[in-house]
């Protein structure tokens, strides 16, 4: 189930375009967020299947998946080689501060034939807003591994919610499956932001930026 929790800051690198001059990330307020799951659609991430939590030292939250691989193979539906999933987040601040996504770190686990291709991408948006960044991660088979991606780029570009502004932050998933030149008829290859044994997690961390008072 997904579930409502508090959480803290982060100062690290970004994600979007925003002015130079709204870059400046500041050191986290004394009081807490709340971040609140509004809505979580998807194929990646059915009812029940994905779970977000806040790190103890309140630098991070993260997202975990239960359900979330994208395949192809005899088993496979025609359905399967894409899987996403879209979390509208609503994250209450402490009076006097904006925040942004500073960086997002993937990792799961890849099962690719030789021949076959596959791709894990994000974006990341405030609602109502028309500027967004996507992205991309390419990988190739043969490949049998885990495997972890970091999206973030420089400081200088934060994107802030504007101060004073109640936005659902929404993050985009989706992972794809290419059976490139693989036989799928015998064999399957997948990507998957999931485990049997124990989960794996999308961590997203936050910088803060002060407002300027009027």
Excluded at 6 to 12: C, I, Q, R, S, Y
Excluded at 75 to 100: H, M, W, Y
Excluded at 113 to 139: L, M, P
Aim: charged share 20%.
């Amino acid at each position: 189930m997904l579930r409502s929790m508090t959480a803290g800051v982060a100062l690290l690198s970004a994600l979007a375009v925003a002015p130079a001059a709204q870059a400046v990330p500041v050191p986290a307020p004394d009081e807490m967020m709340i971040i609140d799951v509004v809505n979580a659609n998807g194929s990646g991430c059915p009812p029940g299947s994905a779970e977000l939590a806040v790190s103890p030292d309140n630098t991070a939250f993260t997202v975990t998946y239960s359900k979330y691989t994208a395949q192809v193979g005899p088993e496979a539906t025609p359905l399967d080689f894409r899987k996403n999933c879209q979390l509208a987040l609503d994250i209450k601040v402490p009076s006097g501060f904006t925040f942004a996504i500073a960086s997002a770190d993937y990792r799961g686990y890849a099962n690719l034939q030789k021949g076959a291709v596959a791709q894990e991408a994000a974006n990341y948006y405030f609602q109502g807003h028309s500027q967004t960044t996507r992205i991309r991660h390419d990988f190739k088979g043969p490949m049998d591994d885990v495997w972890q991606r970091t999206d973030k780029v420089g400081v200088t570009s934060l994107s802030f919610l504007p101060c004073g502004e109640r936005r659902y932050l929404n993050i985009n998933t989706e992972l794809r499956v290419n059976r490139g030149s693989s036989d799928a008829k015998k064999h399957t290859s997948f990507i998957s932001m999931d485990s049997t044994d124990a989960a794996i997690n999308t961590v997203y961390r936050i910088a803060w930026k002060k407002c300027s008072k009027k």
